[in-house]
């Protein structure tokens, strides 16, 4: 496993996310896809929107993406004058720490998902269009307070720091879904899904407040974390030398991990979406629809828990792989990243509370949309889609506006562009819908500047969907 990716496995456990736009993973449907009359799949996003007969396998429909308002540019720097090595973190002696903190937000946030459909069918049947399909989706959200990294790059200037709504959050899971959508009359329509879901993978980091006071050559810190995971079948890792430090007799080992991870499945729960559409029948061409998706939970069976109550203590980011100067070998950016994170989980101390069950809620959605046909031309309509996701700290709303053209049967296409949480963005979708094929790719956020490695430099929002689907 090379450095980074090392790091990155750590971060979760260690709330270290300030470099998870890397890896970020929220099962997330394609809004771009809502208007649009040939998409097979934008039941996903409202059940009333099932009206037609068609097969999905394997290569249905796979959306991946992230979100957000920081991205890898805001931790990784470029040395121009540095013969030894040219990328490093901002947590160099060498990065301006003002020049580093005047590009962070109050609360810095990343969001990620990825939806893959395995199965799908849609039929007509018991007076309206039924559907049944097989999706793999996996979400993560995290968010971390501006004070943490003004902590971390100016340890010392100041003799007390608090931090607040900092956490992570990673769903992973198996859902099956049963749909069925009614016409009632001509101009409504409702729809509803059943998930069934089979939890494969499940950890949250939450962390109530954290003070740290200043006292001599020291850092004491007051807080209250909880660290919660069920992935797969596992159990902690636990630290070999605990610290001196903490001698609460009450709290059990230092966690630092997972380890013993084989196959199994830990959670279990249901869902529901509820959806409608109708036609206003004054204003012809005009369409309201709404819905809520995602109404649900799971139950995790032998959750492994920790948390840090109490006060223990940090002498600080020492390191010495973040100094700049001769190249030891072992000072490139993964390594750094990964010095970083051994350093932070001394600040983020967990101790093991045991196995439970523990539920955790889905990210429920709320969707409200209108759209207008051109009577001047057919061909031609106009939508907009107000979207909030309900996640804790971690909730977000965006607003989209969209033209959708579909000049002959057999193509589609929108555009769109969107205010939210995180930012703006622009999207579109374009669909070829022959007699027995559908092909469609999409995004809702086009990708701007990426890294060789194709991650969003200078925020996370970026995704792409694509499918082949078989109209029947």
């Given at each position: 496993m090379s450095p980074m990716r090392h790091y990155i496995c750590q971060s979760l456990f260690i709330g270290a996310v300030m470099l998870a736009s890397t890896i970020s993973i929220s099962g997330q449907e394609l809004r771009s896809s809502y208007f649009m009359k040939t998409s097979t799949f934008r039941h996903q996003l409202n059940p009333a929107l099932a009206d037609q007969a068609y097969l999905g396998l394997l290569f249905g429909s796979t959306n991946v993406g992230t979100s957000g308002n920081v991205g890898l540019s805001n931790f990784v720097y470029k040395l121009e004058n540095n013969p030894n090595y040219n990328l490093t973190t901002f947590m160099s002696p060498e990065v301006n720490a003002d020049e580093f903190l005047g590009k962070l937000h109050d609360k810095n946030r990343v969001n990620a998902h990825v939806n893959y459909n395995l199965f799908s069918v849609g039929f007509k049947g018991f007076k309206g269009v039924n559907i049944i399909e097989v999706n793999m989706k996996s979400n993560t959200s995290l968010s971390l307070p501006y004070e943490l990294f003004e902590f971390m790059k100016k340890t010392g200037e100041k003799e007390h720091y608090s931090f607040k709504n900092l956490g992570a959050k990673s769903l992973n899971y198996l859902e099956i879904g049963l749909g069925h959508s009614h016409k009632i009359g001509e101009n409504l329509t409702i729809g509803g899904k059943l998930k069934i879901l089979s939890g494969m993978a499940y950890a949250k980091l939450d962390v109530d407040h954290l003070d740290l006071t200043l006292n001599k050559d020291v850092w004491t810190i007051n807080g209250n974390a909880k660290f919660s995971a069920a992935v797969l079948k596992s159990k902690f890792k636990y630290d070999d030398n605990p610290?001196?430090?903490?001698?609460?007799?009450?709290?059990?080992?230092?966690?630092?991990?997972?380890?013993?991870?084989?196959?199994?499945?830990?959670?279990?729960?249901?869902?529901?979406?509820?959806?409608?559409?109708?036609?206003?029948?004054?204003?012809?061409?005009?369409?309201?629809?709404?819905?809520?998706?995602?109404?649900?939970?799971?139950?995790?069976?032998?959750?492994?828990?920790?948390?840090?109550?109490?006060?223990?203590?940090?002498?600080?980011?020492?390191?010495?792989?973040?100094?700049?100067?001769?190249?030891?070998?072992?000072?490139?950016?993964?390594?750094?990243?990964?010095?970083?994170?051994?350093?932070?989980?001394?600040?983020?101390?967990?101790?093991?509370?045991?196995?439970?069950?523990?539920?955790?809620?889905?990210?429920?959605?709320?969707?409200?949309?209108?759209?207008?046909?051109?009577?001047?031309?057919?061909?031609?309509?106009?939508?907009?889609?107000?979207?909030?996701?309900?996640?804790?700290?971690?909730?977000?709303?965006?607003?989209?506006?969209?033209?959708?053209?579909?000049?002959?049967?057999?193509?589609?296409?929108?555009?769109?562009?969107?205010?939210?949480?995180?930012?703006?963005?622009?999207?579109?979708?374009?669909?070829?819908?022959?007699?027995?094929?559908n092909l469609f790719i999409g995004s809702d956020s086009f990708m701007g500047k990426v890294s060789k490695e194709y991650i969003p430099l200078h925020n996370g929002n970026a995704n792409l969907a694509f499918g082949i689907n078989f109209p029947l």
């Open positions: 610290d001196p430090n903490t001698t609460d007799p009450a709290r059990g080992k230092k966690v630092t991990g997972i380890d013993d991870v084989s196959f199994d499945t830990p959670g279990f729960g249901l869902a529901l979406d509820l959806g409608f559409t109708y036609k206003v029948a004054p204003i012809d061409g005009l369409t309201v629809s709404g819905a809520l998706t995602d109404l649900g939970s799971i139950t995790w069976k032998n959750t492994n828990t920790a948390s840090s109550k109490g006060t223990w203590e940090f002498d600080g980011f020492n390191n010495p792989i973040y100094a700049t100067g001769e190249n030891t070998g072992n000072n490139k950016v993964g390594d750094q990243f990964q010095a970083l994170g051994d350093d932070l989980k001394k600040v983020f101390s967990v101790y093991d509370d045991g196995q439970k069950n523990e539920k955790s809620s889905l990210t429920a959605t709320l969707s409200l949309a209108a759209e207008y046909q051109m009577p001047f031309y057919h061909k031609l309509s106009a939508g907009i889609l107000y979207t909030k996701r309900f996640n804790g700290i971690f909730s977000l709303h965006q607003t989209s506006l969209a033209l959708n053209y579909r000049p002959v049967k057999f193509v589609e296409a929108s555009l769109n562009a969107s205010t939210t949480s995180e930012g703006t963005t622009l999207g579109g979708m374009l669909s070829l819908y022959a007699k027995g094929f």
